[in-house]
């Protein structure tokens, strides 16, 4: 199914939408407004009804959104309706703090393979994972992983990205401290530690 | 010195380019124009110069900012032209990557302080840091700690939250993958990794 072209901003609160209806589906609730929706996740009910309409309406009025299948026709949307592997790259702290990470799982996402450039680090675990040599990115795409995480140092990060993109990479989620310039046809969202905490002073 | 009231977008990217052009000043540049900048930091030039004038003209037309008096401007309005203090809470894994995470210096944080309600964890080290009862946390305001980055389990990190907001802290770096419900005088800007990787496979 196509969708006409929806906002940025739009498509990140839908992973929320997502997480809140999974967690009242397993506790069994049918229907949900989109006030109590909202109240839920702090933010105003006509932002969450209106961010809804673009994917068709699937609410009805008076009785709300139908758990379930909304929580479905999200997964459809986001694609995340099948499981999808994930490739990290980067063994250190962070990687290994990442692969623990239990946020993953409601989002069907599967750490299906990590990578380090480090020979002391290379044929140890992490967690149920061999760590690999950096040289195995290259197969990713026979492997069916075209999603990243990446979890190395700023300086060797866009390198990096520049070896993922080639090896069909198509999504990174970037946590080194930097930009990374890949083709058009590639996504990135970046998380930046200091950036986050280097606004809170202001409102102090 | 008072500031009309800017856009929380403009001030999220305010430490963008607060590292750019610490990195100028480190390469003894003296100079940059708004379109160098933008090159730089693959934004729009006019978006630039939008921002930074919502602080007061800093740059001459044809010349370009003053790469140190513009880095020292935004630092000054930033307020991380002082050390800031912040508490680390949690030393699990995601607490010792963080703890090790290098770009913090730059805006001139400094984790002072790291807590864990772990018997197992209270009195070892991380890094130069000895790990503190999270009882502790209650004497922050006396120590001019008023920052923290909160690194625990979601379902603990709305009662951190509050304990908190209690000692005085200001603002709160959330990595926790939760909403956490605090005063408005206090801000809390949330990193979410499964929410930002449940974006890319739409992308894809």
Redesign the interface.
């Known amino acids: 199914m196509k969708y006409r072209k929806i906002p940025d901003e739009t498509?990140?609160r839908?992973?929320?939408y997502?997480?809140a209806l999974s967690l009242l589906e397993q506790e069994g609730q049918q229907t949900i407004s989109s006030r109590q929706l909202a109240d839920r996740?702090?933010l105003k009910p006509p932002q969450i009804r209106k961010d809804l309409s673009y994917f068709g309406a699937f609410g009805t009025r008076g009785i709300g959104y139908p758990v379930v299948s909304a929580a479905q026709q999200i997964r459809t949307?986001?694609?995340?309706d099948v499981r999808?592997k994930?490739a990290l790259i980067g063994a250190?702290?962070?990687g290994?703090?990442?692969a623990?990470?239990?946020?993953?799982s409601?989002?069907g996402?599967d750490i299906a393979a990590v990578f380090d450039k480090s020979p002391a680090k290379i044929g140890k675990k992490i967690g149920r994972l061999v760590i690999e040599d950096m040289q195995s990115v290259d197969a990713l795409e026979a492997r069916q992983i075209?999603?990243a995480?990446v979890a190395i140092?700023?300086e060797e990060a866009q390198a990096c990205a520049e070896r993922l993109v080639r090896a069909g990479v198509?999504?990174?989620?970037n946590?080194a401290?930097c930009?990374l310039?890949v083709p058009k046809r590639v996504?990135v969202?970046s998380?930046?530690?200091?950036?986050?905490?280097?606004?809170?002073?202001?409102?102090?």
Chains 1, 2 share one sequence.
Do not use: E
């Open positions: 498509v990140r839908m992973p929320m997502l997480r996740l702090h949307i986001l694609r995340l999808q994930v250190g702290r962070l290994t703090a990442v623990a990470y239990p946020g993953f409601v989002f996402f075209r999603l995480i140092p700023a198509k999504g990174i989620l946590l401290p930009y310039a996504k969202v998380l930046d530690m200091a950036m986050a905490l280097g606004v809170l002073p202001y409102y102090m």
